[in-house]
């Protein structure tokens, strides 16, 4: 989301020749594979397409970005979420799932009992960032979403961001979006933020 065209051309001429899609994978699909089953997982809210694949005899699950914040980034960026709720879900979901071994995408496979604590931290990350923005809209409303993308930064990992990063806009508008829907918060007719009591 968010990404310009000259970001997509960037990044197809860092990936070789285009691959041809043999099969779509859906919820309760199977792979079998090198004596493995792995069973697809649909679990948004990094993007709705998001899927894991888990192998239920060795209980290991590939998650691909699902597991942002995990405490093994806790200082490094606030990821890209499109579905706050949506994740939250998958995390309980995979977490749920009592893994033995736990491989993300950008970071070292997690074994044991380090498992449950990176998909604790990556659930508590969501709740630091709503917290964060619940917080800034307390201290001045309305607010419009620069600030707010500067303000999570600055409450979430403890810098300062000038420009921020279109992913940041994109996670934080998000969040927005889901406390909107919670009745915590609402958009004003100019596109501002703004707390509502209770």
Request: hydrophobic share 40%; net charge positive.
């Amino acid at each position: 989301p968010g990404a310009s065209s000259k970001d997509w051309e960037t990044f197809r001429a860092q990936q070789g020749r285009p691959l041809r899609v043999a099969r779509l994978l859906r919820e309760g699909d199977r792979i079998e594979h090198a004596g493995l089953s792995l069973q697809v997982l649909h679990t948004p809210g990094h993007d709705r397409t998001e899927i894991t694949l888990f192998e239920p005899r060795l209980r290991i699950a590939l998650t691909g970005d699902l597991v942002q914040g995990g405490f093994d980034s806790a200082a490094n960026w606030l990821g890209l979420f499109t579905d706050p709720a949506s994740q939250r879900r998958s995390l309980e979901r995979v977490r749920d799932l009592d893994l033995a071994i736990l491989c993300k995408t950008h970071r070292q496979p997690r074994h044991g009992a380090d498992v449950k604590a990176d998909l604790a931290a990556a659930l508590q990350r969501l709740d630091k960032i709503d917290a964060a923005l619940i917080e800034a809209l307390k201290e001045t409303s309305p607010r419009p979403l620069g600030q707010l993308v500067r303000a999570a930064f600055r409450k979430v990992l403890s810098r300062e961001q000038e420009t921020a990063p279109n992913y940041a806009a994109i996670t934080v508008n998000s969040f927005l979006m889901d406390l909107a829907r919670r009745g915590r918060i609402r958009q004003t007719p100019d596109l501002l933020w703004e707390r509502l009591e209770g």
